[in-house]
């Protein structure tokens, strides 16, 4: 019966993804946790499905040529040694999953929450990024890389302890430091960057930690890889800005759960 439930849960989010382009960590994780998953399995479990799931959407973006590599390369150069960083001091500092819990159901509440708002917010964040920033923007434009690397190591550290953060969140962060970035390649290069991070992560997670369920990964992707493709068919007769407010809502009602309680 647990096999059933664990592919029908990836059935569901995967169709969610394909119709919406987001709920892949920010969904799977918190529905992983309801069903009694400890959470540390649950976020490693869930960034090994990610960063399979997210691989095909790499490859298409790859040939329509809307990755933006050398973005992808600074990106990475700071997460993927932040986010190895991470699980060691988590393997180093806490002797058991249970002490390090509270630190990884807080960072997974922050993220929630701000990813909600990002996906909330997202035509006001498209409207900022399209104008010219004054101060605020000169200094994005001088400093640009560093920036970048700067937020890749953040990503690298908050994914790897909520495995949420690596879609939505990354993608309004490049839209604001890079404006004139057409809009299919700030998913490209998000993507791009995305399955990297959470490969990396995800086999941390399992290699130093043990923080992964194979048979409970293999049952995900059985029922999210189909239903992704039918999700994305689905997508054309129920539009995105319909679906998008009510999946923020419940990630931020979910969020706020998870950092008060």
Known sequence: MDFLLYVASGAFVGLVIGMTGVGGGSLMTPLLILFGIPYNVAIGTDLLYASITKSSGVIAHARQKSVQWDLVACLAAGSIPASIITVILLSKVFTNAEDYRPLLTTSLGVMLVVTA???????F??????????????????????ITFSVGVILGVFVTLSSVGAGAFCAALLMILYPKL???????????HAVPLTLIAGLS?????GNVDLVLLASL?????????????????IPSHVLQPVLASILLGIGFKFIIF
């Not at 997670?205 to 930690?209: G, P, S, T, V």
């Not at 059985?222 to 068919?233: D, E, N």
């Open 182 to 192: 057409p809009a299919l390649h700030v998913i490209g290069t998000d993507i791009a």
């Open 117 to 123: 708002l990002v996906i909330l917010f997202n035509r």
């Open 205 to 209: 997670h399992l290699f130093l930690l």
């Open 125 to 146: 964040l498209k409207d900022v990024s399209d104008k010219p920033h004054g101060a605020v923007g000169s200094f994005f434009q001088k400093h640009t890389k560093k």
């Open 221 to 237: 992707l059985i029922g999210s890889l189909p239903a992704i493709h039918l999700g994305t068919k689905l997508a054309a007769k």
